[in-house]
């Protein structure tokens, strides 16, 4: 539910994602993205309104993009 009230945007770039969020949620966000437990994610740094999650590979960082965009009908 925390996902789905507070992400606006996802992109990736490389192995990294952006997330984007409603502002001061981005921690809140960022601690139920490590607790879903992302194929290969290496961990997820918050901001105020953004998140960088490092993934393993390309590949890895855009399935899940792909996948939370699906999820949360981004």
């Known amino acids: 539910r925390v996902l789905q009230d507070s992400i606006l945007n996802v992109d990736s770039a490389q ?4 997330i984007k ?6 921690m809140a966000a960022a601690a139920a993205i490590d607790n879903i437990s992302y194929a290969n994610i290496m961990g997820c740094i918050a901001g105020d309104d953004t998140i960088i999650a490092v993934f393993k590979t390309s590949e890895d960082a855009h399935n899940s993009c792909m996948n939370l965009r699906h999820d949360l009908r981004l």
Do not use: D, E
């Open 15 to 18: 192995n990294i994602l952006v």
């Open 21 to 26: 969020t409603q502002s001061g949620m981005a």
